[in-house]
């Protein structure tokens, strides 16, 4: 069955700190990956997406994630955490390019300042 | 311009009542899609509509479940007989099809269901 996986349940880091957070998926085909944030009390953003092209791609806010074809991943990075990015990181997968959205389980980021 | 919208914001039933969750999708957004998170968890597809083909329930997890979607606008769902582990908030998102692909996906605030 297809799957997202998530590494980190929750993770930890002091302000100004480098993150880097991981995400794999099963599926052998062409896909569209995206990394989600929900900062407390407010609903889904889109941080970054990757359709085509250039496997780094830069998102809002710093962040930018690398799709690595060979080993199934997309990991979201950023070299310096601010207390604003205490949130929580959804890895999301669209198989086929189309249709429903595959989800990891999240990633809380704690940050302290 | 508007973002996708969701009602209620919020919803306590009691076990065995029916319940309807209704989204508004961006418009001009072709495809609407649902989907649950459960306390701790990652989101889990329901069941996506795109214009007028027929809409992938795959995600639906029993019988109790049904959506629709009023031509390319509105959608409710629909939970019949309600269970405590239908507690959950619903998520609704809309996104643009290109070139037969659908496009990113925008997400409403969701619908809190809280069963007693």
């Given at each position: 069955?297809?799957?997202?996986?998530?590494?980190?349940?929750?993770?930890?880091?002091?302000e100004?700190?480098?993150?880097?957070?991981?995400?794999?998926?099963?599926?052998?085909?062409?896909?569209?990956?995206?990394?989600?944030?929900?900062?407390?009390?407010?609903?889904?953003?889109?941080?970054l997406?990757?359709?085509?092209?250039?496997?780094?791609?830069?998102?809002?806010?710093?962040?930018?994630?690398?799709?690595?074809?060979s080993?199934?991943?997309?990991?979201?990075?950023?070299?310096?955490?601010?207390?604003?990015?205490?949130?929580?990181?959804?890895?999301?997968?669209?198989?086929?390019?189309?249709?429903?959205?595959?989800?990891?389980?999240?990633?809380?980021?704690?940050?302290?300042? | 311009?508007?973002?996708?919208?969701?009602?209620?914001?919020n919803?306590?039933?009691?076990?065995?009542?029916?319940?309807?969750?209704?989204?508004?999708?961006?418009?001009?957004?072709?495809?609407?899609?649902w989907?649950?998170?459960?306390?701790?968890?990652?989101?889990?597809?329901?069941?996506?509509?795109?214009?007028?083909?027929?809409?992938?329930?795959?995600?639906?997890?029993?019988?109790?479940?049904?959506?629709?979607?009023?031509?390319?606008?509105?959608?409710?769902?629909?939970?019949?007989?309600?269970?405590?582990?239908?507690?959950?908030?619903?998520?609704?998102?809309?996104?643009?099809?290109?070139g037969?692909?659908?496009?990113?996906?925008?997400?409403g605030?969701?619908t809190?269901?809280?069963?007693?």
């Amino acid at each position: 069955a297809q799957s997202v996986s998530q590494h980190n349940h929750h993770v930890i880091l002091s302000e100004a700190a480098s993150l880097e957070l991981g995400c794999n998926y099963s599926y052998g085909g062409t896909v569209n990956l995206f990394w989600y944030v929900q900062y407390p009390g407010q609903h889904l953003q889109l941080l970054l997406k990757y359709f085509s092209g250039d496997p780094l791609v830069k998102g809002i806010k710093g962040f930018e994630a690398e799709f690595i074809k060979s080993k199934f991943s997309f990991n979201l990075r950023k070299p310096s955490v601010q207390w604003s990015d205490t949130a929580e990181y959804f890895c999301a997968v669209n198989p086929n390019q189309g249709g429903k959205l595959i989800f990891g389980q999240g990633t809380e980021l704690s940050v302290k300042p | 311009g508007a973002g996708v919208s969701q009602s209620p914001s919020n919803k306590v039933t009691e076990k065995g009542k029916d319940v309807e969750l209704r989204c508004d999708p961006i418009s001009g957004h072709t495809a609407l899609y649902w989907y649950r998170q459960r306390l701790g968890q990652g989101l889990e597809f329901l069941i996506y509509f795109q214009g007028n083909s027929a809409p992938d329930k795959s995600g639906l997890p029993s019988d109790r479940f049904s959506a629709e979607r009023t031509g390319e606008s509105v959608s409710t769902l629909t939970i019949q007989r309600t269970q405590q582990e239908d507690s959950a908030v619903y998520l609704c998102a809309s996104s643009l099809v290109r070139g037969g692909r659908t496009d990113t996906q925008y997400f409403g605030p969701g619908t809190r269901l809280t069963v007693l």
